[in-house]
């Protein structure tokens, strides 16, 4: 049968288009497992029972945001997915491994099971997995286990081609133990291949627990980024319980001006299911103000 000449030209445009581009239905890795290469706004859901009112409110944010979802301590990991299904569907998603503070808890063979069992059930549906949240916190633990922890669930995250996220405790003198104080345990216990393959680098800081203390920033994560080359940086956790604090300290993080390229914000509100569920609630206008000026 003779194709005639117009149809042949189609018919080889769109073969040679395939091998080109490859299969454009199924997105790479990084493609799909990373939420842009935009500034992250992220919030932090700490439980998931009052979902469609969550779901609303993140509907509500103007900037899509990064909900970072806390998967509680012995709970199964089916258990969240009907919720970062839906959760997903409307934001991207930063999966905690485990909070920092019951990571004492458990041994780290259960670390490394709970991570592959996250992995195996939610993979689908998480963005980005932290492998280790305020890893150098005082309360995680004996440091030598807090590592083998922290580097058996990197190993696993990135055998699986995903995305992973590291969280530090920052605490410039506020520290119990000097060798807990951040820059210093991250030199001396986070592996080179973290150093140099994690996708990204977080800072917790909670002013409460630090004297109210207002670091340089800027230097901060200079500093960061020199011990992280490779990692896209930013804050992993930020909040206060004082009610008349809140605001003021969205609007200071979200539009927090730091320069360096790879500064990619974060934040993380830890009280958002408290202060911004449901939709209703003033502190929703406060940080979809915040989150839009700083993109401006």
């Known amino acids: 049968m003779i194709i005639p000449f117009f149809f042949s030209f189609i018919f080889i445009f ?17 493609q799909y497992s990373t ?17 469609p009112a969550i779901i609303k409110s993140l509907k509500g944010l103007k900037v899509k945001p990064t909900a970072r979802i806390v998967f509680d301590e012995n709970v199964e990991a089916s258990y969240y997915l009907n919720a970062a299904n839906q959760i997903h569907e409307v934001s991207f998603v930063m999966g905690e491994i485990l909070d920092s503070f019951y990571v004492k808890s458990i041994s780290t063979d259960e670390y490394s099971s709970r991570t592959k069992e996250y992995l195996n059930i939610l993979g689908n549906h998480v963005d ?13 633990g004996d440091t030598n286990t807090v590592v083998a922890k922290m580097t058996a669930a990197y ?44 996708d990204y680098v ?21 500093k960061l980024a020199a ?11 930020v909040g206060t319980k004082h009610a008349d604090r809140k605001k003021a300290y969205i609007n200071r993080y979200y539009n927090m001006k730091i320069t360096h390229p ?32 700083s993109k401006q």
């Open 14 to 30: 769109i073969i040679s288009s395939c091998t080109f581009f490859g299969d454009l239905s199924k997105p790479s890795v990084t």
């Open 35 to 51: 939420p842009a290469s935009e500034r992250i706004y992220g919030v932090t859901i700490d439980s998931v029972e009052n979902l």
């Open 128 to 140: 980005i997995w932290e492998v280790g949240n305020e890893i150098n916190g005082e309360w995680l």
């Open 155 to 198: 190993t696993i995250v990135k055998a699986n081609e995903k995305t992973a996220a590291l969280t530090l405790y920052y605490n410039e003198s506020c520290w119990e133990k000097k060798s807990n104080e951040m820059f210093a345990w991250a030199q001396k216990n986070i592996p080179t291949t973290m150093k140099q393959g994690l």
């Open 202 to 222: 977080f800072i917790s800081y909670y002013e409460d627990d630090c004297n109210d203390l207002q670091p340089d920033w800027p230097q901060v994560f200079q």
């Open 227 to 237: 011990l992280f080359p490779n990692s896209k940086i930013g804050f992993g956790e």
């Open 262 to 293: 790879n500064f990619v914000g974060g934040y993380f509100w830890w009280y958002f299911s408290q202060d911004m569920v449901p939709s209703s609630k003033p502190l929703l206008k406060t940080l979809n103000k915040a989150m839009t000026t």
